[in-house]
């Protein structure tokens, strides 16, 4: 599992060996801070349906609440991580811009958002081209289609695995629906 480093001890600038020390021992003791700073922090399971997850803010539009209507009851820069599974699809192409800046403004300068979702864009994928049936997509997905909304939004963008993750803990992975070449899974870290 990839973990995301927080208090990378740097070394430039650092001149003696006791300095050296000394500035290993503040990062570390930095890193230690933010790691137990996140866990206090909330984490949201958005567009979560029947898969609410324990630990989390599970909200969905069966709870009232709308991907549309933003994250107003949120502080800029207080949240965790974000994870979302097979709901975007959801959204009208329009909202998205504005979606993505309100995930960018609440997650925590080095916070995770982990989308998966359905390849719409992979011949080999049950979802290629969407889903017309009963509650049909009106967005397409696809790890370009997703990674280019995170990348305008801010985010470094990675493409991942189902069990890798950039964040502290798997507690954001998500695999009900499943796995390649039908889904995808794919985080934004949100710069420091
Ligand atoms: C296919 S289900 C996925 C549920 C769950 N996340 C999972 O992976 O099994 C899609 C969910 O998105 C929710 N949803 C659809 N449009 C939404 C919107 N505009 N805002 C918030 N939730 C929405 C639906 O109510 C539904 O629970």
């Not at 709901?87 to 009208?92: F, H, K, Q």
């Not at 300068?109 to 359905?118: A, S």
């Amino acid at each position: 599992m990839l973990v995301r480093m927080t208090g990378r001890v740097k070394r430039g600038g650092v001149t003696s060996g006791v300095g050296r020390i000394r500035a290993a021992f503040a990062g570390v003791l930095q890193g230690a801070r933010a790691m137990v700073g996140t866990r206090r922090r909330p984490r949201l399971n958005l567009g979560c349906g029947d898969h609410p997850l324990p630990g989390f803010i599970n909200l969905d539009k069966r709870g009232g609440w709308t991907f549309e209507s933003g994250l107003k009851d949120f502080a800029t820069e207080s949240v965790a991580a974000i994870t979302i599974s097979h709901a975007l699809m959801y959204v009208e192409a329009k909202d998205i811009p504005f979606v993505f800046s309100e995930f960018h403004r609440v997650l925590v300068p080095g916070g995770i958002i982990r989308i998966t979702g359905d390849d719409t864009q992979n011949p080999q994928s049950l979802a290629f081209g969407g889903w017309t049936g009963d509650e049909p997509f009106v967005t397409l997905t696809s790890p370009s289609i997703v990674g280019g909304w995170l990348e305008r939004a801010g985010f470094d963008v990675h493409q991942v695995d189902e069990n890798t993750t950039f964040f502290s803990d798997a507690s954001i992975c998500q695999s009900f629906h499943r796995g390649p070449p039908h889904v995808f899974f794919i985080e934004g870290v949100r710069r420091v």
